[in-house]
């Protein structure tokens, strides 16, 4: 769940460059697994919090934008899990999202 501020920034007739910092939330939905190298069922246990840092373009089509937006997601906490019954730390994520959409600006 991110919480971004973007500063949108028009190049030219109906092109914008956007970038945006902000904080996240990373809440896990009952992943279960094997680790490599460990005996016993994984069980995501943690909620993690981190940094966003975006980099976003749009192109003015009909009532919205088309958007490409490049995301990098810092985690500030580690991923703990839980392995037969003992809780343990697994990872740090660090790590790039990029996505195509298409967004409708609500103005108010």
Same mark, same amino acid.
């Given at each position: =769940? #991110? %919480?971004?501020?973007?500063? *949108? @920034?028009?190049?030219?007739? !109906?092109?914008?460059?956007g970038?945006? +910092?902000?904080?996240?939330?990373? =809440? #896990? %939905?009952?992943?279960?697994? *094997? @680790?490599?190298?460990?005996? !016993?069922?994984?069980?995501?246990?943690? +909620?993690?919090?981190?940094?966003?840092?975006? %980099?976003?373009?749009?192109? *003015?089509?009909?009532?919205?934008?088309?958007?490409?937006?490049?995301?990098y997601?810092?985690?500030?906490?580690?991923?703990?899990?839980?392995?037969?019954?003992?809780?343990?730390d697994?990872?740090?994520?660090?790590?790039f999202?990029?996505?195509?959409?298409?967004e409708i600006?609500?103005?108010?």
């Amino acid at each position: =769940i #991110p %919480v971004l501020v973007t500063l *949108k @920034l028009p190049l030219f007739e !109906g092109f914008t460059l956007g970038v945006g +910092v902000g904080p996240y939330l990373s =809440i #896990p %939905v009952g992943l279960k697994g *094997k @680790l490599d190298g460990e005996d !016993g069922d994984f069980d995501f246990k943690a +909620v993690n919090f981190g940094a966003a840092f975006d %980099v976003n373009a749009g192109y *003015k089509v009909g009532p919205g934008n088309i958007v490409l937006d490049i995301r990098y997601m810092l985690d500030f906490t580690k991923t703990q899990g839980e392995i037969d019954g003992e809780s343990v730390d697994i990872f740090t994520r660090r790590g790039f999202e990029f996505g195509l959409g298409y967004e409708i600006p609500l103005n108010f």
